[in-house]
């Protein structure tokens, strides 16, 4: 069974670019987290969407940060305009309603 | 909101050897508690889960238990192997589907 699929694996850009980070979901699956991962702030939610729904988005740092999903396959979380502090690893998780959410492997960004 | 500490940071064992990682969350209302195990570059993956109608469930070689009364649950891994080296993330989920991680444990196993 092919797994939650991210990318790109690896994104180095420059600070004030745009970046755009995509995943495809476990096919079926009806929920879908974007999670960022740093040293100092560990695993984090950033929002999270059902049925194509963002439900919650509390966790996003700011209005720089835009997530989509325009379709049951596939969601983008977009930084406009990206700055060093968020360089991180971004992962995607899916899930079905009362499963355990899985994962993906991650786009580890990296804003110069 | 919740929070979840996990502890210790870092555990270093003998194979063969058991080792225990600990966690506690702070939401009466958190009802399932997964946890992960994430390899070098790869992202987290599900070892085992325990929701808050159970106080224990093993699984060959992985054993998790809750005390819902103290608001903590631990991992268990027994006859330690080198691949079990990783690192070791507690969650919780109060029913709004949102996880809340520990800290993360880094698990040494030397052959």
């Known amino acids: 069974d092919a797994g939650v699929i991210q990318s790109p694996r690896h994104e180095v850009t420059e600070m004030g670019q745009e970046v755009t980070l995509r995943c495809k979901p476990i096919?079926?699956?009806?929920?879908l987290f974007w999670y960022r991962q740093t040293m100092m702030r560990g695993l984090e939610l950033l929002i999270y969407f059902n049925n194509n729904v963002p439900i919650d988005d509390s966790g996003m740092p700011e209005d720089r940060f835009s997530a989509k999903m325009p379709n049951a396959s596939f969601s983008t979380l977009k930084i406009q305009p990206s700055e060093p502090r968020d360089s991180a690893v971004y992962f995607c998780a899916s899930s079905l309603q009362g499963q355990p959410q899985h994962f993906g492997d991650g786009t580890r960004l990296s804003i110069l | 909101g919740e929070n979840v500490e996990q502890h210790p940071s870092t555990l270093s064992v003998q194979e063969g050897d058991s080792a225990v990682i600990k966690c506690t969350y702070s939401?009466?209302?958190?009802?399932?508690f997964p946890w992960y195990k994430q390899e070098l570059g790869k992202g987290p993956q599900l070892i085992i889960d325990?929701?808050?109608?159970?106080g224990e469930k093993k699984d060959q070689r992985i054993a998790v238990t809750l005390n819902k009364t103290a608001k903590h649950f631990s991992l268990h891994i027994t006859e330690t192997q080198p691949e079990d080296s990783a690192v070791y993330f507690c969650a919780s989920d109060t029913g709004r589907r949102a996880l809340t991680f520990g800290s993360g444990t880094r698990l040494q196993v030397q052959p």
């Open positions: 939401d009466s209302a958190s009802n399932y």
């Open positions: 325990i929701r808050s109608n159970v």
């Open positions: 096919s079926g699956h009806d929920y």
